[in-house]
């Protein structure tokens, strides 16, 4: 990418650059994302041994962490068994001694000779009454301090590594690079200096100075909560950029509340809660704005952003328009359009349901209605945005549980007569995470349930009373009631664990539940198949469904009332909430059992326990998010997660928040980032997300 900047073009070169890499270290390098002087730049140290205070060797403790500074009095190799090589080196100064314990490299003794003087850091042991430090990070001294540095002195630096690059030579090459008086300078700082004045963060060339080599550990601190502000915020002005983008363009115009919006609510055999008539609003006042809508709706399971999205639907198609709901799999396709299409057509609006396998010559008229324009709404799958489908004028698309779809399948609405777009999100996402991760959508959030929900208990029970489980689960299954029996499919390509639901799906249809109509459900079943099992299961016919995550998404069954969950400890919370999701959904009281082994770590008996106290799922997602940290956080895996470097959403909420409104505010202000001060910032997000970003190319 060309630069006005030569100097800034240095920053860019690739790290062959640098004396001592070759071919080989820039491969290596290159794993761990390192192309270019900046990246090495960005590579920031995980954690800090700070050598600034020596521990004189008579004052070591055991169990803490100390750096120490002494001079080799004795060394010797033992052979304790075969294949194990223990270099044992005792220092001293004038305060006492210490052992050091090296396994395996007796090179070092070599490297260690008496009277050496060395510097080692690292977590202080005892043998006997002996204090030793085992496998401790070293620095041998040859003559001088200062011939050793930057691993001697003060705050040293410990980074992540790569085969093929050891921490001395990280160490040496970053601090190499900060020593490039001209390179350093042509870092320039991106963020306007009352933000950096007001929190006391450091200028951006001095941050990297101090976060690999600080001054003093709380240097590194305000470096890093720089360094994640940054982060934050250029996230959030791509989002709010491409906000903005979506903004600029006209929406189809919809102008008051069409008497459809107004009938349907009316209509309802309920009263639309209090957060769902605040989202309701949110999105109509986008309606009527004429700009076009980019929102997504959240809300706990069962919280009813359907009806909220149908509300919104039925206003564009109030004002001519057509409009299309989007689900990720033809059950809920097929649920959706047979629970609503009645109600609809009694309303005057015709719906139809495109899906994979919609027979041809039924398809062959969707289409043609669709693109006369006579249909005016149509439930489906991807089918629904597949070549060959052409709406005469879509006004309006619903995108539901969206985490089963791509970015790339969220925008293909856009194609068709860019309609306002509604995506709705089956998994509650804390309110700084979707924030982070969606920063290009404007945000909705349904905090509450219906009210009068009929109670979902959630139990955890040892696997040793799995038969006491079952004799229960049978008891209510002959009352009538239906019920699922999930064994967890982490993956659901993977062929073994698939194999061994099967097996039980069969031994259990064969044994305790042969009097029931048993069916199983998984994944790796064809969309035709698992809508017919499903079918079977909400008309009754089926009283037991044996199922793997495959049921997690909005399947809404009233009479399921009874869930048991094998081996729940392989789960995140989020993914089972998703799970219990499904029971409890009519009128009759629900039971959620947890069969756990009876080996349980303690740390995953406290989740469980959290889970079965606690109903709210953005609380859940919370406790997932804190457990799990964002990187397995479930349903959101394939969307930018990637991005978050430094942040932690939760625990960085706060940044989150002040990076989105100062980001809003910026692009409010200049929304192409064209003021001569924001250029250095325009470069730089053009540099780290070139393929996102929403403006013109720089230059
Ligand atoms: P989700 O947000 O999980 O998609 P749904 O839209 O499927 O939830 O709604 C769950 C159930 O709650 C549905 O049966 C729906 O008809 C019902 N429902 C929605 N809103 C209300 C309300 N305000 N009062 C009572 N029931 C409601
Ligand atoms: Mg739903």
């Keep these: 990418m060309p630069s006005h900047n030569p100097r800034n073009q240095d920053l860019q070169s690739p790290c062959q650059y640098l004396k001592g890499v070759g071919p080989a270290r820039a491969a290596d390098l290159s794993r761990l994302g390192i192309e270019t002087l900046e990246d090495l730049l960005r590579h920031f140290p995980r954690e800090y041994l700070d050598r600034s205070r020596m521990t004189p060797l008579g004052q070591l403790k055991p169990g803490e962490r100390h750096s120490v500074r002494g001079t080799v009095l004795v060394s010797g190799i033992r052979r304790p068994r075969r294949g194990m090589n223990l270099l044992q080196v005792m220092i001293g100064d004038e305060t006492g001694r210490l052992e050091l314990v090296f396994f395996n490299q007796p090179f070092l003794k070599r490297m260690l000779p008496n009277g050496r003087e060395v510097i080692a850091s690292g977590e202080i042991g005892s043998f006997g009454q002996k204090l030793q430090l085992v496998s401790p990070e070293i620095e041998i001294l040859d003559g001088d301090l200062d011939s050793a540095f930057p691993h001697a002195q003060g705050i040293v630096p410990v980074y992540p590594l790569t085969r093929g690059v050891n921490q001395r030579w990280m160490r040496k090459t970053v601090h190499a690079l900060l020593e490039q008086r001209e390179l350093m300078e042509s870092v320039q700082e991106i963020l306007p200096r009352e933000w950096l004045d007001e929190k006391k963060w450091p200028l951006r060339e001095s941050a990297f100075r101090q976060i690999h080599f600080p001054d003093a550990e709380n240097a590194a601190d305000s470096a890093l909560e720089r360094f994640k502000f940054e982060e934050a915020f250029l996230l959030q002005l791509l989002g709010a950029l491409s906000r903005e983008q979506f903004r600029k363009e006209k929406g189809p115009h919809l102008p008051d509340d069409s008497p459809l919006l107004e009938n349907f609510i009316k209509s309802l055999p309920f009263q639309l809660t209090r957060a769902q008539e605040k989202s309701q609003g949110e999105i109509l006042e986008d309606l009527r704005s004429g700009r076009r809508m980019n929102r997504m709706l959240q809300g706990d399971v069962g919280s009813g952003k359907t009806v909220v999205a149908l509300g919104a639907l039925l206003s564009a198609i109030g004002a001519g328009y057509q409009a299309a709901f989007m689900v990720p799999i033809e059950i809920l396709a097929a649920q959706h359009f047979r629970r609503w299409q009645e109600r609809l057509a009694a309303l005057g609006v015709r719906s139809a349901l495109l899906t994979g396998s919609t027979p041809a010559a039924e398809k062959k008229e969707i289409l ?46 856009h194609d068709q007569g860019r309609p306002h777009v509604l995506i709705m999100s089956a998994t509650p996402i804390p309110r700084s995470l979707a924030m982070t991760l969606y920063g290009d959508l404007d945000l909705s959030i349904i905090d509450e349930l219906p009210p009068g929900r009929p109670s979902l208990v959630s139990r955890r029970v040892g696997d040793g009373k799995t038969g006491q489980v079952y004799d229960y689960v049978k008891e209510r299954l002959e009352k009538g009631e239906r019920g699922f029996l999930i064994f967890p499919l982490v993956e659901e390509s993977d062929k073994l664990e698939l194999q061994a639901a099967t097996e039980r799906y069969e031994e259990l249809s064969k044994t305790d539940f042969r009097d029931f109509h048993c069916e199983l459900i998984h994944g790796r079943m064809n969309g035709a198949r698992k809508a017919e099992v499903m079918e079977r299961f909400a008309s009754g016919e089926t009283q037991l469904l044996i199922a793997t995550t495959v049921i997690e998404v909005g399947i809404d069954i009233p009479e399921a009332t009874l869930m048991v969950i094998h081996n729940p400890e392989r789960f995140g919370l989020s993914q089972l909430h998703q799970l219990r999701g499904r029971i409890g959904r009519g009128t009759m009281k629900s039971y959620c059992i947890l069969l756990e082994p009876g080996n349980l770590g303690e740390q995953a008996r406290q989740r469980l326990e959290v889970f079965v106290k606690e109903s709210d799922g953005f609380v859940l997602a919370e406790e997932d998010l804190k457990i799990r940290g964002p990187g397995d956080f479930f349903g959101v895996r394939q969307h930018g997660m990637q991005d978050l470097r430094l942040v932690h959403p939760i625990a960085d909420a706060e940044l989150v928040a002040l990076a989105r409104q100062r980001a809003q505010a910026m692009v409010s202000r200049d929304p192409q980032l064209m003021a001569a001060d924001l250029q250095p910032l325009r470069e730089l997000l053009d540099r780290l997300y070139r393929n996102r970003m929403p403006l013109a190319g720089v230059g």
């Design 368 to 413: 043609s209605e669709l693109e006369s324009g006579e249909l005016p709404l149509v439930f489906g799958t991807q089918a629904l945005i597949q070549e060959g489908v052409n709406f005469h004028n879509l006004g309006f698309a619903v995108v539901d549980e969206q985490h089963r779809f791509g970015v790339r399948q969220r925008a293909s609405f």
